[in-house]
């Protein structure tokens, strides 16, 4: 799979990944679900965060992230 299709993959999986953090670029983001780490750091770069900043930003969306999941989940 070429790199730009896997990222694109990724990113679409979340699509409020781009509403919660304006500045990310599917092209340079690595995957949030590849590498947290990583991730946490371009985060941190992109959007003039500490990395403790960042890394509470990644936890509380991938939380809300998981809640929305539930929702959909129970909905159907």
């Known amino acids: 799979m070429p790199v730009q299709t896997a990222c694109a993959?990724?990113?679409?999986?979340?699509?409020?990944?781009?509403?919660?953090f304006p500045h990310l670029h599917t092209r340079s983001a690595p995957s949030l679900l590849d590498d947290k780490?990583?991730?946490?750091?371009?985060?941190?770069?992109?959007h003039h965060l500490t990395l403790t900043e960042a890394r509470e930003e990644v936890d509380d969306f991938l939380y809300t992230e998981s809640l929305h999941q539930e929702l959909e989940h129970q909905l159907r």
């Open 9 to 20: 993959s990724w990113f679409d999986r979340m699509p409020r990944l781009k509403q919660r």
């Open 37 to 46: 780490d990583k991730f946490v750091a371009y985060l941190a770069r992109t």
